[in-house]
């Protein structure tokens, strides 16, 4: 499977990229929200293939010391064939020297540790919607 990686907003389909992080499954997402979170991060990408979205992520960061990846999603049908590791790997290559942190949806922590990233012992959280998150495995 041949895709196209691409580092902005540029012409993403926001409807498309809602739908894509519905399935991956990351949960709903309003699709103009969708755009203001991705407009609004220090980097984006988007992989395409097949004449479709396949992926997406992106990240924030103070360009200094630490940076945040969120919202990283592939759709079912893509996942296991390099496009997870191409998102990932976009970002962090623009964020290169930075500590990193991310949160894994449960179950895909081998998945990150394979890229570098290790779990902390420190890390904490203030969560919006927090017995939601509790319900989904995301903190205790």
Known sequence: MGWTVRET????DWDEAAELVERAPLGTRDPRDLRAAFEASAHV???????????????????VWQGGIYDV?????AQGAGVGRAVVSA?????????VIL????????FYERLGFRRMKTGM????????RREQGYVE
Do not use: I, N
């Not at 907003?9 to 993403?12: A, I, L």
């Not at 970002?91 to 500590?99: A, V």
């Open 125 to 132: 959280g203030r969560f919006a919607r927090y017995e939601e």
């Open 9 to 12: 907003t540029d012409g993403v």
């Open 73 to 77: 999603c592939v759709l079912p049908e």
């Open 103 to 110: 949160f894994a949806s449960p179950g895909k922590e081998p």
């Open 45 to 63: 990408c988007f992989v395409y293939g097949e004449g479709r979205l396949l992926g997406l992520g992106r990240a924030l960061s103070d360009g």
């Open 91 to 99: 970002l962090l290559s623009r964020m290169e020297g930075l500590t």
